[in-house]
T-cell receptor, first 113, second 119 residues
């Protein structure tokens, strides 16, 4: 079974620039999650999708972050404009939904200069 | 106070030792408990997944949940150098959105414990 695919693996940008991350979940997984993991901390949920719809975006900084999941499969997460404190690893996870376990991709490591 | 507290370590043990990793939590709505292992520059990998109180064993790994004390543990027997990684506890709530302040399926993680097993 192919895992969760994410790209790019690394990204370096200057503050105030924009950046986008892409995620392809495990086939058949209806639920998709984006997490932010700051160095030395556990992942923190940014947004949760169930098929095309948003279930939880309460911790997404909506003034600068946006995410979409077109056709209920792939998803993109965008930051515009980036701030220094956005330096982190952005992890995508997927599951069949509900209480089913989540499986993570290897993340995109973002550095803001 | 954080919802999930985990001692960040670092923890260094000799090969063959028994390792004990622990988390405490404050939100009584948490019902599902997980342990993830994260190698450097990789995503978290699910190790153990339990529901409610009790023990669950899988090979060298044993997960314990004590809901009355709001305390979960992961034990690693006969630890190996390949077990060297960051271990993350995670938990989620009941069916139904926004149960007890946590939405269904949302994982709340501990800080992670860095484990090194030396030969």
């Amino acid at each position: 079974e192919a895992g969760v695919a994410q790209s790019p693996r690394y990204k370096i940008i200057e503050k105030r620039q924009s950046v986008a991350f892409w995620c392809n979940p495990i086939s058949g997984h209806a639920t998709l999650y984006w997490y932010q993991q700051i160095l030395g901390q556990g992942p923190k949920l940014l947004i949760q999708f169930q098929n095309n719809g948003v279930v939880d975006d309460s911790q997404l900084p909506k003034d600068r972050f946006s995410a979409e999941r077109l056709k209920g499969v792939d998803s993109t997460l965008k930051i515009q404009p980036a701030k220094l404190e956005d330096s982190a690893v952005y992890l995508c996870a997927s599951s069949f939904g509900g209480d089913q376990p989540q499986h993570f991709g290897d993340g995109t490591r973002l550095s803001i200069l | 106070q954080k919802e999930v507290e985990q001692d960040p370590g670092p923890l260094s043990v000799p090969e063959g030792a028994i390792v004990s990793l622990n988390c405490t939590y404050s939100n009584s709505a948490f019902q599902y408990f997980m342990w993830y292992r994260q190698y450097s520059r990789k995503g978290p990998e699910l190790l153990m997944y339990t529901y409610s109180s009790g023990n669950k064993e899988d090979g060298r790994f044993t997960a314990q949940v004590d809901k009355s004390s709001k305390y979960i543990s992961l034990f690693i027997r006969d630890s190996q150098p390949s077990d060297s990684a960051t271990y993350l506890c995670a938990m989620s709530g009941l069916r139904g959105a926004n149960a007890g302040g946590t939405s269904y399926g949302k994982l709340t993680f501990g800080q992670g414990t860095i484990l090194t097993v030396h030969p």
